[in-house]
T-cell receptor, first 111, second 115 residues
């Protein structure tokens, strides 16, 4: 079945550091790929998405590229801020957009 | 506008009891999803509705779990004979329609604790 594996956390960085959170997936066919974020005390929000191979999703300085050859969708940001502290979930969907999530990566940014 | 709302925000119940969890989707959204999130894990799909009908209930863990959406708007997730393993945060999401082009908007969740 479909599955998503994320880099284990927690991840702690200093402000302005470069961020990478790894995500790989297993799926038949060509799923859509997503990153969701959960800020402290808030619900899950869509951060970015890509619906086909080589697409790049981007939002709020975050980027992720759909790599079919490596079945990956790694999240990157060039310079993180304290306000980026949150839990990040990689997810995939096929068909009717039933989401399959990774286990989440808790990110803490220190000033 | 109003987002997805879920009630109650917290529910504590005794093992063996029956519970109902409610989801109010964004007005006009035809697709509605239920997920369950255990501590330290990502959400797991339970069931999804397109309109009034359950289009995919493959994630319901057993026949103690049931969900309805009688008028195509509000949905209720019902759990019979609750067990301690049912303790989790239950999330609801809605989208304008089903499909990868449509974002799912999540509610804040209901934290269920079975004692």
């Amino acid at each position: 079945g479909n599955s998503v594996t994320q880099m284990e956390g927690p991840v702690t960085l200093s402000e302005e550091a470069f961020l990478t959170i790894n995500c790989t997936y297993t799926a038949t066919g060509y799923p859509s790929l997503f990153w969701y974020v959960q800020y402290p005390g808030e619900g899950l929000q869509l951060l970015l998405k890509a619906t086909k191979a080589d697409d790049k999703g981007s939002n709020k300085g975050f980027e992720a590229t759909y790599r079919k050859e490596t079945t990956s969708f790694h999240l990157e940001k060039g310079s993180v801020q304290v306000s980026d502290s949150a839990v990040y979930f990689c997810a995939l969907a096929q068909g009717a957009q039933k989401l399959v999530f990774g286990q989440g990566t808790r990110l803490t940014i220190n000033p | 506008g109003a987002g997805v709302s879920q009630t109650p925000s917290n529910k504590v119940t005794e093992k063996g009891k029956y519970v109902e969890l409610r989801c109010d989707p964004i007005s006009g959204h035809t697709a509605l999803y239920w997920y369950r999130q255990s501590l330290g894990q990502g959400p797991e799909f339970l069931i999804y509705f397109q309109g009034t009908g359950a289009a995919d209930d493959s994630g319901l863990p057993n026949d103690r779990f049931f969900a309805v959406r009688p008028e195509g708007s509000v949905s209720t997730l019902k759990i019979q004979r609750t067990e301690r393993g049912d303790s989790a945060v239950y999330l609801c999401a809605s989208s304008p329609q089903a499909g990868p082009s449509y974002e799912q908007y999540f509610g804040p969740g209901t934290r269920l604790t079975v004692t």
